[in-house]
C-alpha cells in the first residue's frame, strides 16, 4: 500500500508539494512578523489594537491559504486528487474570509462601545448609539454568514443545478421561501426598523406584557427585558414592531411618581404640605427638585382623597421615593392628626318618648360598658 503512495510522488507532484510547504511556512512567518509590526506600532492607539487583536487569527489563517491557493492553481491539472485539493483551498478561503469580516465587524462594534458608555448619568445618547450598532452590526453579520455559506455553496456543482431549477420555477419557490423564512425575515427587518427609528434602547426602562424592566439585550432576533426581580423576558424583535408597549425613557429619563391617601375632612392641607416638602428636600438624592405637590383629587361621602405628585431622575429612585413619602406621610398624619385618618362614624339617638319602658331599656347602655 505504501509503494502504491509512492508511485503518485513523482516529479511535478513532489514540486508542487514541497512549493505548497514552502509557500506555507513563509506566509504564515511573513503574517506573524507583520502582526508584531503592527502590534508595536499600534501600541498607543488603543481602537487600532483592539481591531487587530480582532482580526489576527484569521489573518493569520487567510494569508497561507492565498498562498496555496495560488499553488494550486498553478499546478498541473493531471496530479492526482488536484481537483478535490482545490475545491477544499477554495472552501477553506471562503470560510476564513467569512471569518475575517465577522471578526471586523465585531471589532467596530466594541470600539463603539468603549467610545460611548452608558454607565454614566446622562446616556441617552450613548444608548442610542450602542443600540443602533448592536442591531446593524448584528444584521451585518447574518448577511455575511449567509453570503459566505451560499459562495461556498455555489462551489459545488450540483448546488449549481438546484439553483437553477429553481429560477426556472421562481414563482412558486420564491412564495414557498418566503412563507417559510416570514419568521426570519420579519425579525431582520425588524431589527432594522429598531436600529433606525429606536422605539427601544438599551437600558430603557419599558412595559411589555404587563412587566416592568429594563432592556439588557437587543440581538438580531429577540429582546431580552431584565424584570425588577432579576427574571429575563424574552421577546422576538417583530412584537415591539406590531404592539404598543410603554417606554419610560423614551426621552428622559426623568419621571412623575404619585402616592394617594384617604383622609379625613377635618385634617388641615397646610402643615401637610409643609411636612411633604420638607420630606422630599431631605433625600436629594432620590428627589430632582422639579415637583413636589399635593392635591385633594376627590371628596367622597366619608372622606377626601388626597394625591402626592413627586418627580426623580429616573423610574428606580422614583420607586424609592414613592415608598418613603408614603411611609413617612401616614406616620405624620397617625402621629400629628390621628382623628383624621378615615374612620365610619355611627350616631346614636334618644326614642322620642323617653318615658316609655321599652326606649329607657333600649337606650340605656349596660353597666360592663362604656357609653358611646
Same mark, same amino acid.
Given at each position: 500500500?505504501?509503494?502504491?503512495?509512492?508511485?503518485?510522488?513523482?516529479?511535478?507532484? %513532489? +514540486? /508542487?508539494? %514541497?512549493?505548497?510547504?514552502?509557500?506555507? !511556512?513563509? !506566509?504564515?512567518?511573513?503574517?506573524?512578523?507583520? #502582526? =508584531?509590526?503592527?502590534?508595536?506600532?499600534?501600541? +498607543?492607539? $488603543?481602537?487600532?489594537?483592539?481591531?487587530?487583536?480582532?482580526? +489576527?487569527?484569521?489573518?493569520? &489563517?487567510?494569508v497561507p491559504l492565498i498562498g496555496l491557493q495560488g499553488v494550486g492553481a498553478g499546478a498541473p491539472d493531471d496530479l492526482p486528487f488536484i481537483g478535490i485539493i482545490r475545491h477544499l483551498l477554495g472552501l477553506a478561503l471562503i470560510a476564513t474570509i467569512t471569518w475575517l469580516g465577522l471578526q471586523a465587524a465585531n471589532s467596530v462594534e466594541r470600539i463603539i462601545l468603549l467610545r460611548n458608555p452608558i454607565d454614566i448619568s446622562d446616556? %441617552?445618547?450613548?444608548?442610542? #448609539?450602542?443600540?443602533? /450598532?448592536?442591531?446593524?452590526?448584528? /444584521?451585518?453579520?447574518?448577511?455575511?454568514?449567509?453570503?459566505?455559506?451560499?459562495a461556498m455553496l455555489m462551489t459545488f456543482p450540483a448546488a449549481r443545478q438546484v439553483g437553477a431549477s429553481l429560477l426556472a420555477s421562481a414563482g412558486v419557490a420564491g412564495l414557498a421561501v418566503g412563507f417559510a423564512a416570514k419568521p426570519v425575515l420579519g425579525n431582520l427587518i425588524a431589527g432594522l426598523q429598531i436600529a433606525l427609528t429606536q422605539p427601544i434602547r438599551l437600558d430603557d426602562v419599558v412595559i411589555v406584557e404587563g412587566e416592568w424592566g429594563r432592556i439588557e439585550e437587543i440581538t438580531g432576533a429577540y429582546v431580552v427585558i431584565r424584570i425588577w426581580d432579576e427574571r429575563r423576558l424574552v421577546v422576538p424583535l417583530q412584537w415591539f414592531i406590531e404592539n404598543p408597549f410603554q417606554n419610560w425613557t423614551r426621552s428622559s429619563a426623568s419621571i412623575l411618581g404619585s402616592v394617594f391617601f384617604w383622609v379625613d375632612y377635618g385634617l388641615p392641607l397646610d402643615p401637610l404640605r409643609a411636612e411633604l416638602q420638607r420630606l422630599?428636600?431631605?433625600?436629594?438624592?432620590?428627589?430632582?427638585?422639579?415637583?413636589? &405637590? !399635593?392635591?385633594?383629587?376627590?371628596?367622597?361621602? =366619608?372622606? #377626601?382623597?388626597? =394625591?402626592?405628585?413627586?418627580?426623580? $431622575?429616573?423610574?428606580?429612585?422614583?420607586?424609592?421615593?414613592?415608598?418613603?413619602?408614603?411611609?413617612?406621610?401616614?406616620?405624620?398624619?397617625?402621629?400629628?392628626? $390621628?382623628?383624621? !385618618?378615615? =374612620?365610619?362614624?355611627a350616631s346614636l339617638h334618644m326614642a322620642a318618648n323617653n318615658d316609655a319602658p321599652d326606649a329607657q331599656q333600649a337606650t340605656a347602655p349596660p353597666e360592663h360598658q362604656p357609653p358611646v
Open positions: 500500500m505504501f509503494l502504491d503512495w509512492l508511485a503518485y510522488l513523482d516529479t511535478p507532484a %513532489l +514540486k /508542487t508539494l %514541497l512549493s505548497a510547504l514552502i509557500t506555507a !511556512l513563509l !506566509l504564515s512567518i511573513a503574517a506573524r512578523s507583520l #502582526i =508584531r509590526l503592527l502590534e508595536r506600532v499600534t501600541r +498607543k492607539a $488603543p481602537m487600532s489594537r483592539e481591531v487587530l487583536s480582532r482580526i +489576527k487569527s484569521p489573518l493569520y &489563517v487567510l446616556n %441617552l445618547r450613548a444608548r442610542r #448609539i450602542q443600540t443602533q /450598532t448592536r442591531v446593524l452590526v448584528r /444584521t451585518l453579520g447574518v448577511f455575511v454568514v449567509l453570503f459566505g455559506f451560499a422630599c428636600e431631605s433625600v436629594p438624592q432620590l428627589w430632582d427638585g422639579r415637583v413636589c &405637590v !399635593l392635591q385633594v383629587t376627590e371628596a367622597g361621602e =366619608r372622606a #377626601i382623597q388626597l =394625591r402626592v405628585l413627586a418627580s426623580s $431622575p429616573d423610574s428606580s429612585r422614583n420607586w424609592d421615593l414613592r415608598c418613603y413619602l408614603r411611609e413617612n406621610l401616614i406616620n405624620f398624619i397617625g402621629n400629628q392628626y $390621628p382623628d383624621a !385618618l378615615p =374612620r365610619v362614624r
